[in-house]
């Protein structure tokens, strides 16, 4: 399924699904705990049809079109508020696209296993030299935003890994995602390997990738059910500030600073668009 909008009124978001089903836009209604509804696409197929409503709706979301769907499909709106809530597993699961299930597995199983006393950290750090990069340790490049060093580090940075990695996935696709990934950790980790050597790990850079994405792209695509508020760019540039400031004690502040501009940078390319590019 693709999510096309996220609304904070249920019932007009009701109206608004009645009217796609008229149009034979098949879509599922989902509701969280803050009551913010969430419009699903079940069959992707429809895409650009659905995209095209999505605008409209945005543009004139009190014509009377979209009431008159929600009488002629009867009093479901109750119904949908009383009852459509998933459980807070159930929401996980259906937040968690595969791409995201496998970078938080990852991160658990390699945080889990060094725990154990497997000496993993020297086969995933990043290499003593960048030369290594061009040859079979390529991977090494990217491994190092897996390892984390403490269980607060690992729960900080898979949180916001996993609700910013939802939206994405979600919203624009496991493609996206895989790219702000894989982009994200490698050019990051190489500008904190120029400053401080091999030994960094983390997934910071890409999590900051995303905030930077999310928060920007959400300004420059209204509508496309993905944002942030400003307050979160707020903190994000705080919280680099007191990295650089030496408050934080040893952070990887270039994986950061790069992360952040990579996610600004892919969020401007993507502006305007109708489906999101890759780099």
């Keep these: 399924m693709k999510l096309l909008l996220v ?131 390529i991977w090494r490049g990217f491994t190092p935003a897996l390892l984390h060093f403490s269980l607060m580090h690992l729960v900080f940075n898979l949180f916001w890994w996993w609700y910013l990695a939802s939206m994405i996935e979600a919203g624009l696709g496991r493609g996206k995602l895989i790219v702000l990934l894989l982009v994200a950790a490698l050019i990051p980790n190489i500008l904190q390997f120029l400053v401080s050597g091999p030994h960094f790990g983390g997934l910071s850079g890409v999590v900051y990738a995303l905030l930077a994405y999310v928060w920007l792209f959400g300004k420059l695509n209204p509508g496309r059910g993905i944002g942030l508020p400003d307050g979160m760019a707020v903190f994000m540039v705080v919280w680099l500030i007191l990295g650089f400031a030496g408050v934080l004690g040893p952070v990887a502040n270039l994986a950061h600073l790069g992360g952040g501009l990579i996610g600004l940078l892919q969020a401007w390319l993507d502006r305007g668009k109708g489906e999101a590019r890759l780099f």
């Design 7 to 137: 609304l904070d009124e249920p019932r007009r978001a009701q109206s608004l699904v009645d009217y796609l089903t008229e149009l034979g836009i098949h879509c599922e209604l989902t509701l969280d705990d803050a009551q913010q509804a969430s419009i699903w696409l079940v069959d992707e197929t429809r895409s650009s049809e659905a995209e095209q409503e999505i605008k409209r709706f945005i543009a004139e979301p009190l014509h009377p079109r979209y009431q008159a769907a929600a009488w002629r499909h009867g009093d479901t709106h109750v119904q949908f508020a009383r009852s459509s809530q998933p459980s807070m597993f159930n929401n996980l699961l259906q937040r968690t696209g595969p791409v995201n299930m496998l970078v938080l597995l990852s991160c658990l199983l390699i945080y889990g296993l060094q725990a154990m006393g497997a000496p993993l950290y020297a086969m995933l750090a990043f290499p003593s030299h960048l030369s290594q990069l061009i040859g079979p340790d």
